[in-house]
């Protein structure tokens, strides 16, 4: 697989990366803690060396998970964690107190068996800390060598400006698709004048814009989906008009919605890193092979002018955790 910079950090990374949350986390039933590790090398064997993980994915675990899978390999992989939760609970609220901050950072090196993390990223925004005070202090783990690049998640452009001018951003992660495309009105360009790269999560529109999913779909109890407006049955039912057009090039590139979906993220920009995850490994390999997807300008012309047609029905997140983005 081709590798791709993000921004001016010089962090070379596989151009498609591996979003390791929903292996034992928001998305139902958690895989077997073997199976996880089996799938997350099965990855790195198909050319993925960039892995996304987070102390709040369990909480704890999935970093567990993570870090025995890559221990063997440690050296040729790129390993991306956060921190920002109180105790490291979504549900407890924001905490990027710098003791805190360095909290996770010794306790996200023994999980993930390693001495260093690549890319630390800040999960959310705390309004309760500058950002000055947050980036300093991810600086001074740079310093000490336990971190080697400094990340934010869903901030906002005041947010990544103060951020940046303590300590270089080297990449910015949000959701980005081709049903959510809010960042680029503001943080795509944002990080093309500081140079900052970005990592697109939920790329496949947490499934979505695969076409497999419907209205008369029904999700695990603890499936996150099951509180997204957008993925209310009336929601899902208006929403099928987007991925019309996506079948519509898929079957005429002989490919699938969800390599159209990744391909159309990789052509936007060449510092776009998409994350797409799964459990499933030939959805792994079907991810893989929209790398070696080139659309044409054409392609991208008659994509945007259908999908210019229809408007996408219900919020992405539901408000309390919407509240947390773009801050």
């Given at each position: 697989m081709k590798k791709r910079v993000l921004g001016k950090s010089r962090l070379e990374v596989s151009m498609l990366g591996f979003g390791c949350m929903g292996l034992n986390f928001a998305y139902g039933q958690a895989m077997a803690k073997a199976d996880a590790i089996a799938?997350?090398?099965?990855?790195?064997?198909?050319?993925?060396?960039?892995?996304?993980?987070?102390?709040?994915?369990?909480?704890?675990?999935?970093?567990?998970?993570?870090?025995?899978?890559?221990?063997?390999?440690?050296?040729?992989?790129?390993?991306?964690?956060?921190?920002?939760?109180?105790?490291?609970?979504?549900?407890?609220?924001?905490?990027?107190?710098?003791?805190?901050?360095?909290?996770?950072?010794?306790?996200?090196?023994?999980?993930?068996?390693?001495?260093h993390i690549d890319l630390f990223y800040q999960h959310r925004v705390d309004p309760d800390v500058p950002m000055e005070d947050v980036a300093g202090t991810?600086?001074?783990?740079?310093?000490?060598?336990?971190?080697?690049?400094?990340?934010?998640?869903?901030?906002?452009?005041?947010?990544?400006?103060?951020?940046?001018?303590?300590?270089?951003?080297?990449?910015?992660?949000?959701?980005?698709?081709?049903?959510?495309?809010?960042?680029?009105?503001?943080?795509?360009?944002?990080?093309?004048?500081?140079?900052?790269?970005?990592?697109?999560?939920?790329?496949?529109?947490?499934?979505?814009?695969?076409?497999?999913?419907?209205?008369s779909t029904t999700f695990a109890k603890n499936d996150f989906r099951n509180v997204v407006p957008r993925f209310s049955p009336e929601a899902r039912r208006t929403n099928q008009a987007v991925v019309g057009p996506i079948g519509a090039l898929a079957a005429r590139r002989k490919s699938t919605p969800a390599q159209i979906a990744l391909a159309w993220l990789l052509a936007q920009r060449p510092w776009i890193v998409p994350i797409p995850g799964t459990t499933k490994l030939d959805r792994l390999k079907e991810n893989v092979g929209a790398t070696a997807i080139e659309l044409t300008a054409d392609d991208q012309r008659q994509l945007a002018e259908a999908l210019a047609q229809i408007t996408v029905a219900g919020d992405r997140y539901p408000a309390k955790l919407a509240a947390l983005t773009g801050r």
């Amino acid at each position: 697989m081709k590798k791709r910079v993000l921004g001016k950090s010089r962090l070379e990374v596989s151009m498609l990366g591996f979003g390791c949350m929903g292996l034992n986390f928001a998305y139902g039933q958690a895989m077997a803690k073997a199976d996880a590790i089996a799938l997350v090398r099965a990855a790195f064997e198909s050319g993925v060396t960039f892995f996304d993980t987070a102390e709040a994915y369990g909480p704890f675990t999935n970093e567990e998970i993570v870090g025995e899978a890559l221990a063997p390999i440690r050296d040729k992989v790129v390993l991306a964690t956060k921190f920002g939760f109180k105790n490291g609970s979504t549900q407890a609220g924001v905490d990027s107190r710098p003791e805190r901050i360095r909290q996770v950072a010794e306790a996200s090196l023994r999980r993930l068996r390693t001495d260093h993390i690549d890319l630390f990223y800040q999960h959310r925004v705390d309004p309760d800390v500058p950002m000055e005070d947050v980036a300093g202090t991810v600086k001074e783990l740079i310093r000490q060598g336990k971190v080697k690049h400094f990340g934010l998640s869903e901030a906002g452009v005041q947010s990544i400006r103060r951020a940046h001018a303590v300590q270089p951003v080297a990449a910015m992660q949000s959701e980005y698709s081709l049903w959510w495309r809010d960042p680029e009105k503001e943080i795509l360009p944002t990080c093309q004048e500081l140079g900052i790269g970005f990592v697109a999560f939920s790329p496949l529109g947490k499934g979505f814009l695969t076409g497999t999913i419907d209205a008369s779909t029904t999700f695990a109890k603890n499936d996150f989906r099951n509180v997204v407006p957008r993925f209310s049955p009336e929601a899902r039912r208006t929403n099928q008009a987007v991925v019309g057009p996506i079948g519509a090039l898929a079957a005429r590139r002989k490919s699938t919605p969800a390599q159209i979906a990744l391909a159309w993220l990789l052509a936007q920009r060449p510092w776009i890193v998409p994350i797409p995850g799964t459990t499933k490994l030939d959805r792994l390999k079907e991810n893989v092979g929209a790398t070696a997807i080139e659309l044409t300008a054409d392609d991208q012309r008659q994509l945007a002018e259908a999908l210019a047609q229809i408007t996408v029905a219900g919020d992405r997140y539901p408000a309390k955790l919407a509240a947390l983005t773009g801050r």
